[in-house]
């Protein structure tokens, strides 16, 4: 079993639409959890910063973790052209070190 | 805002040739990360880097590897004979903190021939 899962889309949605991204993991010492957006041949750029389960909200950005279900979600409200991207999970252990597991992104495409 | 550089944005080399891919971290963060992106697959770590040593390394990160801080600025990953499978994006990053946010640079494009 994978570390982290990730679906990989590709994902096309609708202009204002509500999307949904998710990961699932099996290690569960992962303690800090984070979205990445990466635009193609760019650097991944940080979204969203998490420790431990519970919601997190910054503009149109959710981010939720359930550690009991070892998975977290993503929600972008009222999509844009501009939020077309990859998504990437990532996730750490806490006191471990600071590497950090990756999944292998979701392609996400608004349309107009 | 501060960001993470990265320098070149693209290096071509011949197989068994030696590069060194440089990085500017953000000025006041002290943990520093090299992960590598081969095309398609997923952003993979590399080493982390503190206090002038190496924190933790995968097991990517081989005897064909180093990184260092030549200076108060600057931090690179050297690869000493490269291999066709060497080619890949690889990004540096930079925390503030051990459990700081990592702030990635925009790659450096590999291409071994």
């Known amino acids: 079993q994978k570390e982290v899962e990730q679906d990989p889309g590709p994902l096309s949605v609708p202009e204002g639409a509500i999307v949904s991204l998710n990961c699932t993991y099996s290690?569960?010492?992962?303690?800090?959890f984070m979205w990445y957006r990466q635009y193609s041949r760019k650097g991944p750029e940080l979204l969203m910063y998490?420790?431990?389960?519970g919601n997190k909200e910054d503009g149109r950005f959710t981010a939720q973790v359930d550690k009991s279900s070892k998975y977290i979600s993503l929600f972008i409200r009222d999509s844009q052209p501009s939020d077309s991207a990859t998504y990437l999970c990532?996730?750490?252990?806490?006191?471990?070190?600071?590497?950090?597991?990756f999944g292998t992104g979701t392609q996400l495409k608004v349309e107009l | 805002e501060p960001e993470v550089t990265q320098t070149p944005s693209h290096q071509v080399t011949q197989m068994g040739q030696e590069v060194i891919l440089r990085c500017v971290p953000i000025?006041?963060?002290?943990?520093f990360y090299w992960y590598r992106q081969i095309l398609g697959q997923k952003v993979e770590f590399l080493v982390s880097?503190?206090?002038?040593?190496?924190?933790?390394k995968s097991e990517i990160f081989d005897d064909q590897f180093s990184v260092e801080r030549p200076d108060g600025s600057n931090f690179t990953l050297k690869i000493r004979s490269t291999k066709l499978e060497d080619s890949a994006m690889y990004f540096c990053?930079?925390?503030?903190?051990?459990?700081?946010?990592?702030?990635f640079g925009p790659g450096t494009r590999l291409t071994v021939t």
């Open positions: 998490t420790y431990s389960s």
């Open positions: 000025s006041n963060h002290l943990y």
């Open positions: 880097f503190y206090n002038n040593e190496i924190s933790e």
């Open positions: 990532a996730m750490r252990v806490t006191g471990g070190g600071n590497k950090l597991t």
């Open positions: 290690n569960s010492a992962f303690q800090y």
């Open positions: 990053a930079s925390s503030e903190t051990v459990e700081g946010e990592q702030y």
